[in-house]
């Protein structure tokens, strides 16, 4: 039997299970407004997916492009230079002969010019400048200012020729100046080496005040085993050197006068 005390503990258990509240989940209230916010988040994730691929796909593209005008870049060059051979491989014209042999003098490239010239009887120029007592420098000056005017071309089969202005340094004036600078040494006692001379060549050469000469001549050409070839000949070498052969014969009277 249950005592009375007891019984009262027990009822006030009870009691306490009665009055203790049940407390329910919480769920989180979702509503229209969080189902378009999340719906537009996966939206807007899905854009920046497609995007993505979308770049990749241009990257590749634009890959393939590079490699497209790399290719095309290779094939237009392939072709510049099939022309550029085209026009060296053309046969030679007189023109462009007469234009080598000139522009060979002019930069002081003797040994180039037999391939435009036949000296024929006359001896070769870089032969005859291997022979005397000039050195390079004054070879070179010989012909640095040298320019020329092509006016006429006529040619036939074999034969053709170029009717051209020559404009180079007054020789004579050269020769005048080379002279009495050596007499006044000369009377002076003092020495007057080789290279005394070559020196004093040079210095005349190298005058800006000195004048020039423009001389009209014809050359003649041959073509040879399908080479135009320039006949040399002394009138050519008197518009070459224009005033020298002048200067000498002067110079020659005097010695022998």
């Known amino acids: 039997m249950e005592n009375k005390e007891e019984k009262v503990e027990k009822m006030e258990k009870v009691e306490e299970v ?3 509240k049940v407390e329910e989940p919480k769920f989180s209230k979702v509503t229209g ?5 999340e719906k ?4 807007i994730d899905n854009k920046k997916e497609k ?3 979308k770049k990749k ?3 590749k593209e634009k890959g393939g492009n590079k490699v497209g005008y790399w290719v095309g870049g290779v094939v237009l060059l392939l072709i510049v230079l099939a022309i550029v051979t085209a026009l060296i491989l053309l046969p030679e014209t007189p023109e462009k002969t007469v234009e080598g042999m000139l522009n060979s003098l002019k930069n002081g490239d003797f040994e180039s010019v037999s391939k435009y010239v036949d000296y024929g009887e006359i001896i070769s120029l870089s032969q005859i400048l291997q ?3 000039v050195d390079e420098e004054t070879q070179v000056l010989l012909f640095d200012k040298l320019s020329w005017n092509i006016l006429k071309i006529e040619k036939d089969e074999n034969t053709a020729s170029v009717e051209i202005e020559i404009t180079n340094k007054d020789f004579d004036q050269v020769i005048s100046n080379y002279t009495q600078e050596a007499l006044r040494i000369a009377f002076s006692g003092a020495s007057f080496t080789v290279e005394d001379q070559n020196n004093q060549l040079k210095e005349e050469l190298k005058d800006e005040g000195l004048g020039t000469q423009t001389v009209t001549t014809t050359m003649q050409l041959v073509k040879q085993n399908g080479t135009w070839k320039v006949q ?6 008197d518009a070459l050197l224009p005033g020298l052969q002048e200067a000498l014969n002067s110079l020659n009277q005097i ?3």
């Open 18 to 20: 009665k009055n203790e």
């Open 33 to 37: 407004k969080d189902l378009k916010k």
């Open 40 to 43: 537009d988040m996966d939206s």
């Open 51 to 53: 995007k993505k691929s």
């Open 57 to 59: 796909t241009e990257n």
């Open 131 to 133: 022979d005397s007592d």
């Open 232 to 237: 040399v000949d002394e009138s050519l070498v």
């Open 255 to 257: 010695i022998n006068g």
